[in-house]
């Protein structure tokens, strides 16, 4: 047992722990907060309501990559020196995307009237803010200012929360959980972008279009693969809003919410780290194994750490806290460990690719792992409980194929870091 924990702590010496550290305490904080009142607005916020939300938050997921062309990816493989010119390329592809979305949207609704029309007005306005935070939170990791970073998450989650506890006097329904939402990113992305202002004095930033382009191209081969992606992630909140209820997407919601916290205090920040540290190795012609092997650790010890506290506390928390409209969650959410397990672990190591510039292997794992868990559809006749177990099982899978584009990838550049 020593020798074990020996072997770990060995293991992830070599990791940036202090950012990680800084980085996972902010997001504990920031998910604590509005946690803290989740009992509160479920009470006073019905089911339906909360699937309505979800569905908002899913469209807005998918709109993102539309809207950065995942150029936030640069960012972080690219030079310390030419990060700030790298988040100026990325904010102006952002706002000509949002421009030609909003048109486009502004376009439908001039000859069609569609019911969903509002929310995908309102899931743009949320897109492009989230963004904007994307990429300047990127740009503030390269320049070493994890401290300011760790400040972002915080100041999201406490404004959304007291926008949401005023409005909620006044109104109660899910316009009221997307406003707040909105206003909760609107202030993030003012502190996220004032930040990188100040960390750059006296350089001169260049517009030009071909810049633009060029920058556009350098993703192209990863774009598609992550709007599937994301579709991917969003579809199952979506299917179950519309194939079965309102209602249903809303313990829905809360099942995933509860599944989500260790994805949102850990592997979000490790998945940035990672390609960051990796990326900054592999433009020194070093090894990498050393370090991977560290993540895979770390990772491994806080998936079945998060799994076990999970499975042991969330059926009681559900039952002493919400009102009984919603303990269906607790079995949807003991279903969904079976793909947070393997979620944990291989969706941060995934972002070895990147960092490896294996573009091609990150976009044909991705386009695989979408489809098989999209094809879960075909399902779509079968209970909501035995629906879950298949769409989990398939999750946990189409994960773990990543470990083969692995091995291939860091193989190829061990090899060549031999022969220089």
Do not use: H
Request: glycine fraction near 2%; aromatic fraction near 14%.
């Amino acid at each position: 047992m020593v020798k074990t924990i020996s072997l770990f702590f060995k293991k992830i010496k070599k990791l940036d722990i202090k950012v990680l550290i800084k980085l996972m305490t902010s997001g504990l904080i920031a998910g604590l907060i509005p946690l803290l009142f989740e009992p509160y607005f479920k009470s006073i916020y019905s089911p339906q309501d909360f699937g309505k939300y979800d569905v908002f938050l899913k469209i807005l997921a998918i709109m993102i990559p539309v809207l950065t062309l995942k150029s936030e990816i640069i960012i972080l493989s690219t030079d310390i020196a030419s990060s700030f010119q790298k988040w100026f390329n990325s904010l102006c592809i952002i706002i000509i995307n949002s421009l030609l979305f909003l048109f486009f949207l502004l376009l439908v609704s001039f000859f069609f009237e569609i019911e969903i029309l509002r929310t995908l007005m309102l899931s743009l306005i949320g897109a492009f803010e989230f963004s904007v935070i994307l990429i300047s939170v990127n740009t503030l990791i390269k320049m070493n200012k994890s401290t300011l970073v760790s400040f972002q998450k915080p100041i999201r989650r406490i404004s959304e929360l007291i926008v949401l506890l005023i409005i909620s006097i006044f109104l109660v329904n899910s316009f009221s959980l997307i406003i707040s939402s909105l206003i909760g990113l609107l202030f993030a992305m003012i502190f996220s972008v004032k930040c990188v202002l100040m960390s750059v004095s006296g350089y001169k930033l260049k517009f030009r279009l071909r810049t633009l382009i060029n920058s556009a191209k350098e993703t192209k081969n990863i774009l598609l693969s992550e709007v599937i992606n994301t579709v991917s992630f969003s579809f199952l909140s979506v299917f179950i809003y519309y194939n079965y209820s309102a209602t249903e997407s809303g313990l829905m919601e809360l099942s995933n919410k509860i599944v989500s916290i260790p994805q949102v205090l850990f592997c979000g920040f490790i998945a940035i780290v990672i390609q960051n540290k990796l990326s900054n190795i592999v433009n020194e012609n070093k090894s990498i194994i050393t370090y991977v092997k560290g993540y895979l650790y770390l990772l491994t010890f806080i998936s079945l750490m998060s799994c076990i506290i999970i499975f042991f506390v969330a059926g009681y928390a559900i039952q002493s806290l919400f009102t009984e409209d919603w303990l269906g969650s607790i079995s949807f959410v003991n279903i969904l460990l079976i793909q947070l397990s393997i979620f944990i672990v291989f969706s941060p190591l995934s972002r070895v690719l990147y960092s490896l510039k294996a573009y091609r292997s990150y976009r044909n794992w991705q386009i695989i792992k979408s489809l098989l868990i999209i094809l879960t559809m075909l399902f779509y006749e079968l209970s909501l409980y035995s629906f879950l177990l298949i769409y989990s099982t398939t999750t946990a899978l189409a994960y773990l194929l990543l470990i083969i584009f692995l091995v291939k990838e860091i193989k190829i550049y061990e090899s060549s870091i031999l022969k220089i």
